[in-house]
Each structure stands twice: as structure tokens, then as C-alpha cells.
């Protein structure tokens, strides 16, 4: 009972310092700063830029399809894995244009869903040997990971990181005691009892304020040959199908196969406020659902739309 009511402490904390705008700004500040400083001396010593963090989805459906899902992986109604010879061949472009990425997060939907996992595991430590590797899971295939699953997390020093949602509040002792049973680092979350919604239909919010207080920052995210300062710009596709709406945020995609760019000028343009901004608000905070029909027929508009 009171690690519970300490679990639930944790969540209100943590879901307070994220509505705060002035902890925001003053965070990805600092991270700025470091980074300014970093380029100048790679730079001034002929040096690759480093990419403070990368995003991928190994799978883009989920298991748990919680309604209002950031990246709107409850809205993708067949199985759609990442493809592995395209994220190789980005592994490899990206290792010629930054000396290490420091974080890099193999996430989805559900990334354990995808039979391939272990591949991609290997390819991302091949290619960036420094970077700290983490796998983002809801929990609920941990207990059913494959020994070559298990070995390749291992062998490659990778992260669990567990998001528990709702239906795994009473199995969260024993996904830890798994991961600890099997030498795997890991790192499980509290209890999430709220999520956010945040899409501004009207596309007329101001990207630089947009930008300045929001948590999804900075989380550069990389699909099929391209990066985007966050994964709205790819994902938006799949809100686009089920809400036949059509927003357009194919511009904010960025090439970076492209030879004319270098790392530093790549890190430039992901700074930059994106036109997708203009569909973002303040998060508005809602209770935990989880989507019940198969064709997502429950899913409505509202469950993503910010009033805030």
C-alpha cells in the first residue's frame, strides 16, 4: 500500500514538472548550451558532431493500444514492422555523419512484437558502439522474451525501459523480477494513470512557443531515410487514415542521405520549429484508456484534440 501511494506520488511529480513550462525551457536550454559548446570543439578540431538522441520504431501497431497514444500507434490496425535493410543502410549514413549518438530508443508501439528485435539490436550497437541502448516497452511481452532475444540485449548492454500502464499495475513486480532474474538493466515506471492529448486541428498554434515548452523536443526520430525533430511529422499518416483528415507535414521530413549536408547542418535544421508545430498545443491531461474495438471504431477526434 505505501509503495503504491509512493508510486502514484512519483506519477503526480513527474506529471507536473512536464505541464511546467519553465522546467521545460530551462531544461532544453541547457541541453543547448552543452550542445553549442560541443559542436564548437568538434568543429574547432575537425570532428563529427554528436546527436544527443534518436528515435525508431521497430513496430509501429501496439498490444496495448492506449487511447490518445502520442504517436498514434493504437490507430494502426495491422501488424507494420520497421524494415531492417533501410534502417541499416540509415544506421550507416548516420554513423558517417555524427561520431556517436548518446541515446538511441528502439521503440514503438510495441517493439517486442517485432521477431526481428534482436537484428536491430545488434545493427544499432555495430554501428554506434558508444551509444546507450534502449528498448521502450509496455511490459506485457517481457516475461515471453525468446533466449536470442534475452542474449542479444545482453551481449549489447541494452536498457529495458517499462512503461506500466493500467493493465500491468499487479504484474509490475514480477517484470521486474524477471529482467533482474536475467542480468538485463532496465528501468520500470511507475504507474501512468493519465495521458496527454495535444493535436491542434486548426494548425494555427505558434511553433516557437510550441516548441519552447514542449517535452517531445528534441526527440529526433528517424524513419525510412529521413529525420524530423519529433515523430509527428511521420506518424500523423496513421490519424490522417482513420479521421480522413489531411494534414500535410511531408516538409517537415528531413533527407539527410542527402551529400550535400553534414552533421553540424543537420542538427541545425532539427532545431529549427517545425510548420508541423502549428498542430500542437499545451497537453491536455486525461484519464488512462485503452482502445476496445478491434477497428478502433471507439477511437474519436477527441481522444487526441487538446482543449487546453
Known sequence: M?????????NTINK?????????????KFRQ???????????????????????????EHCNMNCKSCFHFSNLVKQAEFGNFEQYLCDLRRLSML???????????GEPLLNPELPQFIYATRQFFPNATICILTNGMLVKKMKPELIEAILKNEVCLRVSIYLP???????????????GIKH?????????????NLEGNSNPKKVVAGCPA????????????????????????KHFGEKIDMIQNQLDFHDTNLNGFQIKKQLL????????????????????????RSDSTLNDFCSNA
Open 98 to 108: 555524427f561520431s556517436n549518438i548518446r541515446m538511441i530508443h528502439l521503440m514503438g
Open 187 to 199: 528501468w520500470v515506471s511507475a504507474p501512468y494513470l493519465n495521458f496527454a492529448k495535444y493535436i
Open 217 to 240: 523536443s528534441r526527440c529526433t526520430f528517424l524513419s525510412n531515410g529521413r529525420l524530423a525533430r519529433c515523430a509527428l511529422p511521420f506518424n500523423i499518416r496513421y490519424f490522417n
Open 272 to 295: 529549427k520549429p517545425m510548420s508541423a508545430c502549428r498542430y500542437c498545443k499545451k497537453v491536455e491531461w486525461i484519464p488512462w484508456e485503452k482502445s476496445l474495438m478491434p477497428d
Open 33 to 59: 548550451l552543452y550542445s553549442n559548446a560541443d559542436d564548437f570543439f568538434k568543429k574547432l578540431f575537425g570532428k563529427k558532431p554528436v546527436l544527443y538522441l534518436l528515435e525508431y520504431h521497430i513496430t
Open 2 to 10: 505505501v509503495l503504491n501511494k509512493l508510486h502514484l506520488l512519483k
Open 168 to 182: 500491468m499495475i499487479d504484474k509490475r513486480k514480477a517484470v521486474i523480477a524477471f529482467l533482474k532474474q536475467h
Open 16 to 28: 507536473k514538472l512536464v505541464q511546467s513550462s519553465f522546467t521545460v525551457i530551462w531544461f532544453l
